[in-house]
Every structure is written in C-alpha cells, then in structure tokens.
C-alpha cells in the first residue's frame, strides 16, 4: 500500500507563527492567557496548556499584570479597546492576512461600500472581520445571498479559509444584485495551495484521510472537497479514529489535515496506516 501526503498539509505559516508565539511567552512570564482557543484544534490547546498557556473567556479571568495572548482568528475591536485601556500586556498572535482582511474592509468602507464577508456565521475569524465596519452583512452559502437585497455599491471579502467554489457561487449571485461591486480575493494563498494539492490526490488515489479537528471549518471545508473528487475519504482527529476496515482493497492512500494540525498528529496519523498496511 502506497501512502502519499499532501507537500503543505497541516500548519499554515499564520498557525505555526501563532502557536510558537504562545509557547515563547510561556517561557518567557512562566504563563500566558489566552482568549479562546489559540486555533481550533483539541491537541494543540492541551499541549499549550501544559507548558503554561490557559484559556479564559474574557479579559476579566486575567490576573493583573499577566499577558493575554489574542489569537491567530482575530479580535473583535472592543477587547483590544479595553485590554489596552487596562495597561495588559498585549501578544499578538493575529495571522498577518487576516489582519489585512480588516484592513480592506476599511478601505472598502471609505469607499461608501456596504460590506460583505462571505464566511461562517458564528466562526471567529469572521466575527472579529465583521466587526471592523458596522453593519456588515455576512453570507454563508449561494442561498444567504439570493436573500440580499439591490445594492449600488458594496465590497465583498472572504474568510480566509473557504473554498474558492462557495466563493464563486456567492459572487455569482451577487453580481446579479449589485451595480458596483468590487470584491478582494481574500481567501489566504496557504489554503487555497492545500486545497488544490488536496483534490489533485484525491482523484488519484483510492482512499482521502483528512486530519483535523471536528471544530475546524478548514479541516471540515478540506473534508467536503475531498469528498466530492472521492467517495472514499473520511476525516479523523487523530490516529485512534483511523478504522482498519477501511483499507480494505486499498492500494494508493492519500493524507492532507487542516490548517491548524499540528506536523507530530499527521506523522501519528501516517505511521498508523502504515501499521495498518503491514497487517493486512
């Protein structure tokens, strides 16, 4: 049985900088707070954990003088209004592209433009995108968007981590209710890489192993792709959900993970088929 992983599954440079931050301030203040989860993966906020990286609800749960960590999705406004108000001490954790996500519906903002993100509802990153321009309209599917009324002008972003297809079917209707749209293409280069990889090798092997958390729009996002070049392909946390049965005929495996899987979770993931191989 032939395993092939996707070249840049796993951490993108955004997670990767985001949670080696987090780890230098544990070593440096001994702890560190964190608003949330850093990035929506079970196994990274445990291991953080332990080295000294806690995870509150609001800057209130801080003790005085520690360091609060904001994380790599984005922050809304107001806590960075109230932690700076308070004299913490402020550790950006923010992935560079979404902070010029922000940037640009500002820009489109000045512009006289309403603003629309598509992207998940209730995700963070697209709270945190939203509340840089009031009354910013967010879609999550072609559906949301036939709902929109006419518009004359409006700029249109995305969260970083859809799909390009959700993106052009959106736009796709709202081209048709907007005389003067100018959309960013905003989904990060890093995704849109993994995502290409991801169905490239799902159409040539017989089996998808996807690798992330169930919490995970990306890793879920990676999934549904997957799952539309190749029937079989099937999403795991981490090496224990990996089911024998179904390998079973396999000849060619293919493995990406989602952008907020950590390197040792994918090799624990590879190393377990591998097993599985040997005994069949």
């Known amino acids: 049985m032939k395993i092939f992983v996707v070249k840049d599954a796993g951490y993108c440079f955004g997670v990767r900088d985001a949670v080696n931050k987090a780890y230098e301030a544990t070593r440096e203040y001994g702890e560190v707070y964190m608003l949330g989860d850093i990035v929506h993966n079970e196994k990274v906020v445990a291991d953080l954990a332990s080295a000294g990286a806690r995870v509150v609800e609001n800057l209130g749960a801080i003790p005085k003088g520690s360091a609060v960590l904001l994380r790599a999705h984005g922050t809304v406004k107001e806590v960075w209004k109230n932690a700076r ?121 017989d089996i998808m192993i996807i690798i992330g958390s169930f919490t995970s729009a990306n890793s879920k996002r990676l999934t549904t792709l997957a799952k539309r070049v190749n029937s079989r392909s099937y999403q795991v946390a981490d090496p224990d959900e990996v089911d024998p049965a179904w390998f079973e005929g396999v000849e060619t495996v293919g493995i990406s993970a989602g952008a907020s899987t950590p390197d040792y979770l994918i090799e624990d993931v590879k190393h377990k088929i591998e097993r599985i191989a040997v005994e069949k």
Do not use: W
């Open 85 to 205: 108000k308070q004299g913490m001490n402020i550790i950006d954790a923010t992935c560079p592209l979404v902070h010029e996500i922000h940037r640009e519906v500002k820009r489109l903002a000045e512009d006289g433009r309403q603003i629309i993100v598509i992207g998940d509802h209730n995700h963070d990153e697209v709270i945190a995108i939203a509340d840089q321009v009031p009354g910013t309209i967010v879609l999550a599917t072609p559906a949301e968007a036939e709902a929109v009324k006419k518009l004359k002008k409006a700029g249109v972003v995305s969260q970083s981590t859809q799909t390009i297809e959700n993106v052009q079917e959106i736009i796709a209707v709202l081209t048709t209710k907007i005389f003067d749209l100018h959309f960013v293409n905003t989904i990060c280069y890093p995704t849109a890489r993994n995502q290409t990889q991801l169905k490239e090798l799902a159409a040539r092997t």
